[in-house]
């Protein structure tokens, strides 16, 4: 069964770098979407994408995110200026759209850990 | 917030079957009901949804009471490895953001 696949399943980086996290949704969907889970809180919304642009983004998505699908398979989560409270699992998922009552369909998430 | 009540924690004997209930007084009616779940360290898993009627795959089954103001899950045998947060979600469609409660964390118990 197709999955969505996420690298590097845990990326630990210094406090204000860079970090770029990748996804590979399932290759016929269309509607892409990136989750946080803090350690021991709920599942959050980040951002929606579709047909090349965001959707729709939550209070958490704020400049320091962005989105972007680099080529027909990737789809990236990059934070400019990591804070120590961007640490989380961050679970990219994709859904198809031509039925719309189609589910979403996770992956195993990175861990992202900022020291 | 999420518009569904779910029991925070549940047991249930392996072999038998677990009965998870969902509280959605307030869904429309074009809002399905979606079933996740989230076994620990992975990512939030699909299970099944529906809008009126019952439904079932080879993982759980759905029941929808007439009125569409709750549901249940139903996993029919279930094994340790079901053992996980289940998380019940209202959405005008799967495309939608999705906004997860705390769910139901669901113990088999040997």
């Known amino acids: 069964e197709p999955e969505v696949t996420q690298t590097p399943s845990h990326q630990v980086t210094q406090m204000g770098q860079e970090v770029i996290l990748r996804c590979v949704p399932i290759s016929n969907h269309l509607y892409f979407y990136w989750y946080r889970q803090i350690l021991g809180q709920k599942v959050e919304f980040l951002v929606s994408f579709y047909n090349n642009e965001i959707s729709e983004k939550s209070e958490i998505f704020d400049d320091q995110f962005s989105v972007e699908r680099p080529d027909g398979s990737n789809f990236t989560l990059k934070i400019r200026s990591t804070k120590l409270e961007d640490s989380a699992m961050y679970f990219c998922?994709?859904?198809?759209?031509?039925?719309?009552?189609?589910?979403?369909?996770f992956g195993d998430g990175t861990r992202l850990s900022i020291l | 917030d999420a518009k569904t009540t779910q029991p925070p924690s549940m047991d249930c004997a392996e072999g038998r079957a677990a009965n998870l209930p969902c509280n959605h007084s307030t869904i429309s009616g074009n809002e399905y009901v979606y079933w996740y779940r989230q076994i620990h360290s992975q990512g939030p898993q699909y299970i099944i949804h529906g809008l009126k009627n019952n439904e079932t795959n080879e993982m759980a089954s759905l029941i929808i009471t007439e009125d569409r103001k709750s549901s249940t899950l139903i996993l029919p045998h279930a094994t340790l490895r079901d053992t996980a947060v289940y998380y019940c979600?209202?959405?005008?469609?799967?495309?939608?953001?999705?906004?997860f409660g705390k769910g139901t964390r669901l113990h088999i118990l040997p």
């Open positions: 998922a994709s859904s198809q759209l031509t039925v719309s009552n189609q589910p979403q369909h």
């Open positions: 979600i209202v959405s005008l469609s799967g495309d939608d953001k999705i906004i």
